[in-house]
């Protein structure tokens, strides 16, 4: 089997690497999680399916990758460019999964990624301190501020699996009163 143009161009300029995390992308949003397989994303590479391997080592390691970088776009979502106030870091949270949700549930996705992959570490790291600011002027004095922050991570994580799941939008019509999915989710955050 040959190498489209595209992949060839790509390959023959050294960004393989970019390549495959491109490819992996495309099929998880076009067809979900169970289609990571690395045979079909060399395939849609255009390329051997051993040209992963010296990239990437193994599946795993090509999802991890591909889950680092969904964490880096998290964090840049909730960068203090984008959002002023803990309530926009949290709305931001929830809105990166909406629009991506294919990538945020391969995110949190053990059985999928290598929590203990370098890149994924530190990709998770930054986007994780970014979140941290939902805590200020949030912790109460009797509760440790570890406490807080996990309650207020599995708040805004929450909202963000019920969004990507469709399970919000009845709560923006509660009571005949129609509202935005985003006004749901910023008065659930304040």
């Not at 949030?138 to 708040?155: C, F, G, I, N, Q």
């Amino acid at each position: 089997m040959g190498m489209t143009a595209e992949a060839k161009s790509s390959y023959h300029h050294g960004d393989l690497h970019k390549a495959l995390l491109h490819s992996a992308r495309t099929l998880l949003e076009r067809d979900g999680i169970g289609s990571l397989k690395l045979r079909a994303i060399t395939r849609h590479a255009g390329v051997s399916a051993t040209a992963a391997v010296p990239h990437f080592g193994n599946l795993t390691g090509l999802l991890s990758a591909l889950a680092a970088q969904g964490f880096d776009e998290l964090a840049a979502a909730m960068s203090p460019e984008h959002t002023r106030t803990p309530q926009d870091m949290g709305l931001a949270y929830v809105r990166f999964a909406i629009d991506n949700p294919s990538l945020f549930t391969l995110m949190f996705r053990s059985d999928a990624v290598n929590p203990d992959n370098a890149a994924l570490a530190a990709a998770s790291t930054r986007a994780f301190d970014r979140l941290i600011t939902l805590t200020v002027n949030k912790t109460h004095s009797d509760v440790p501020h570890e406490a807080a922050m996990a309650a207020l991570w599995a708040k805004v994580h929450g909202l963000a699996v019920l969004a990507i799941d469709g399970l919000l939008l009845p709560l923006t019509r509660y009571n005949g009163k129609e509202g935005s999915l985003d006004d749901l989710i910023s008065k659930a955050l304040s």
